[in-house]
């Protein structure tokens, strides 16, 4: 299975949160290969930036490497997806998010359970 995670997911990863569930952690071990959006490193220096998260940026790019995972580029073809997409969701990161996964595809492991809504290829944390 390829995986995409999800920022939070991403974030808990590095942080061996045990808000990371076994399943999930079972998950990301067994994939095939594990992928971070670029886009969720956006959102976590935009919260970073307003104070909502306090993350450095520099260090989750690192971690992507560092995890033996891989940066998924936001493209345009990505972007144009979202445009397809049910409103289910307003946050425009998880939007981009699920139009990613389902035009490479890739199972999006996330522990929104709104974003279920979108496809069979999102996993519940």
């Given at each position: 299975?390829?995986?995409l995670?999800?920022?939070?997911?991403?974030?808990w990863y590095?942080?061996?949160?045990?808000?990371?569930?076994?399943?999930a952690?079972?998950e990301?071990?067994?994939?095939?290969?594990?992928?971070?959006?670029a886009a969720?490193i956006?959102?976590?220096?935009?919260k970073?930036?307003i104070g909502?998260?306090?993350?450095?940026a520099?260090?989750?790019?690192a971690?992507?490497?560092?995890?033996?995972f891989?940066?998924l580029?936001v493209s345009?073809?990505h972007v144009a997806?979202v445009t397809?997409?049910?409103?289910?969701?307003?946050?425009?990161?998880?939007?981009?998010?699920?139009?990613?996964?389902?035009?490479?595809?890739?199972?999006?492991?996330?522990?929104?359970v709104?974003?279920?809504?979108?496809?069979?290829?999102?996993?519940?944390?």
């Open positions: 299975m390829r995986l995670l999800d920022t939070q997911i991403y974030l590095l942080a061996d949160s045990r808000k990371l569930s076994k399943r952690r079972g990301i071990a067994g994939a095939v290969e594990v992928f971070v959006s969720s956006w959102e976590a220096a935009i970073a930036g909502k998260l306090n993350v450095v520099g260090d989750l790019v971690g992507i490497r560092a995890s033996g891989s940066e580029p345009a073809l997806r397809g997409l049910p409103h289910h969701h307003r946050d425009p990161f998880d939007r981009l998010l699920v139009a990613q996964a389902m035009y490479e595809p890739l199972h999006l492991l996330t522990a929104d709104v974003l279920k809504q979108y496809s069979d290829l999102v996993l519940l944390n």
